[in-house]
Structures are given as structure tokens and as C-alpha cells.
């Protein structure tokens, strides 16, 4: 939980979560036994919510928004790359 904002004490603590990799990867490592449960693709969406600044600009840049993370594990480099290329 986050508590404070530099100096200043918040009024609501915020829960903050790791990045997506931090629960994904360990995950992978179970699910993933023999070259056959490969490739995994997942796609996952997240809402995300920035704190960095006070007044967002509207159509510019908002406060909460809707992210969309990909996540693959290949048995080689050229399935890899035929992914993302």
C-alpha cells in the first residue's frame, strides 16, 4: 500500500501492482512442461491508473485507461520472430 505522495500524507492508500512479467513468467514456468505447450500466447487487459500529475488534458491524456499486454513463450527464436515481426 502507498500511504504517501513525497512529503504529503494520502487521504485513500493506494494499492499499486507489479508489472504484468512479475506474475506471468512464474506462471509460464508451471504451465509450460515439454516443447508440445508450445508457443503460449496470451492476451491479457488491464486498467491502468497514472498518478504522475494533477490536471490531465482531455483527449490527450487521461488518468485511467485500458491496456492491452501480449505474452508468448516460443520454443525458438524464428517462432519468436515470425510473432513479432
Sequence with gaps: WVT???E???EVP???RPTSETVMYPVFAKWI???RDLPLKLNQWCNVV???FKHPTPFIRTREFLWQE???AHANKKSA???VI
Design 14 to 16: 493506494l494499492a499499486i
Design 81 to 83: 520472430d515470425d510473432e
Design 8 to 10: 504529503s500524507d494520502l
Design 70 to 72: 501480449g505474452h508468448t
Design 50 to 52: 497514472r498518478w504522475e
Design 4 to 6: 504517501k505522495s513525497g
Design 33 to 35: 512442461r515439454s516443447h
